[in-house]
């Protein structure tokens, strides 16, 4: 378990000194996402074998409690407050709308094409 | 006697305050409510895990008149997870590659149409509503995963901390509207669901996704991931069309 944990940080590691070192615009651990991914394309492996099981217990473990990790984050708006609030119709409407808008489009254009194929 | 008792309270209070461990234990304890509450309501999509527990912090915060920087400083533990949390998302992605692959088509599809309107359409609504260029420059990126939220806002001349509020209560959003939008348009495909969530509200909305099941989980990843990519290279080139 503390190995595939450390494999983990390493992908993340490597993504972010990556990013660091070319500039790219993106954040380290998207990138140590793909480095993970990478790794586990090359090793190949099919059905239950896929993915080495600590390395499954670790990620099924994270992934599961996803929500908590934002948290901390999310506890931070107490902040701006006082700027959400005086913003607070625009920003409501805003967001709403736009994110509904967001995901209708999105799975309506991801169905259609789908279906077409 | 009873000043002597008053000053040992403050210097537990003081001691307390300065450790991790009192504002882990209320992270946690308060997740664990907002999680006991979410499965009592049957998982029920108006009860969102991230905007209770926080709510409950941000309550008891008031109530002792803790500052965010105090809380922050132990809460960062659970913060930095954040990081190895998205590294591992390459594990559902990878169960279930084959089926992503069979996708590739309707993902970048997706992903440009899903990444449009959720600039375009924030942008329009902000102008239209009397928004000036720093508020519309904070809300383009909103879709998108926090880091990268940022540094746009930053570039387009926005308030990358307002971002992070926009991101995180577009976030939020998502994952309220997120299934009960999907049964309205009849969309049943989790895969669908799932690069929506991801496209839409990144993290929190892929946070939800996994809610649905493991195949809305990795395709949340995957839109994600993808539109962080995607906005951090087209906002920029948009920003004429905007009138940033």
Not at chain 1, 81 to 108: K, R, W
Not at chain 2, 83 to 90: H, K, Q, Y
């Amino acid at each position: 378990m503390i190995a595939a944990l450390a494999g983990i940080f390493l992908c993340q590691l490597l993504g972010e000194s990556l990013c660091r070192f070319f500039a790219l615009p993106l954040p380290g651990p998207v990138v140590g996402m793909g480095l993970l991914f990478f790794f586990l394309l090359i090793r190949g492996g099919q059905g239950e074998k896929a993915v080495p099981k600590p390395l499954a217990a670790v990620s099924d473990q994270l992934l599961g409690h996803l929500s908590l990790l934002f948290v901390p984050a999310a506890v931070g708006v107490m902040r701006y407050f006082d700027v959400l609030s005086q913003y607070a119709l625009l920003l409501t409407v805003t967001l709403v709308v736009s994110t509904t808008l967001t995901l209708a489009a999105t799975a309506l254009t991801f169905q259609l094409l789908t279906k077409k194929s | 006697m009873i000043d002597n008792l008053l000053a040992h309270e403050a210097d537990l209070w003081v001691y307390l305050a300065s450790s991790p461990l009192l504002w882990l234990t209320l992270t946690l304890i308060a997740y664990v409510l907002a999680d006991r509450i979410s499965i009592a309501a049957n998982r029920h999509p108006a009860v969102n895990l991230v905007a209770i527990a926080a709510a409950l912090i941000i309550v008891a915060l008031k109530l002792t008149g803790a500052s965010y920087e105090t809380y922050f400083a132990g809460a960062q533990f659970i913060h930095f997870l954040l990081g190895p949390a998205t590294v591992a998302l390459a594990i559902p992605l990878y169960r279930h590659w084959a089926q992503v692959r069979a996708c590739a088509l309707p993902i970048l599809a997706s992903l440009a149409v899903g990444a449009l309107v959720a600039i375009f359409s924030a942008a329009l609504l902000a102008r239209l509503m009397g928004g000036d260029n720093l508020l519309i420059a904070s809300l383009a990126p909103k879709s998108v995963t926090s880091p990268i939220a940022m540094s746009l806002s930053e570039h387009m001349g926005g308030a990358p901390f307002l971002t992070t509020c926009l991101v995180i209560i577009t976030g939020v959003l998502g994952a309220l509207i997120l299934t009960p939008l999907m049964r309205l348009l009849r969309i049943r495909d989790s895969a669908a669901i799932g690069m929506a969530a991801g496209v839409a509200s990144h993290g929190i909305g892929t946070a939800r996704a996994f809610h649905v099941d493991s195949v809305a989980g990795a395709f949340g990843g995957i839109g994600m991931g993808l539109n962080g990519a995607f906005t951090s290279v087209i906002l920029p080139l948009l920003r004429p069309l905007l009138g940033l």
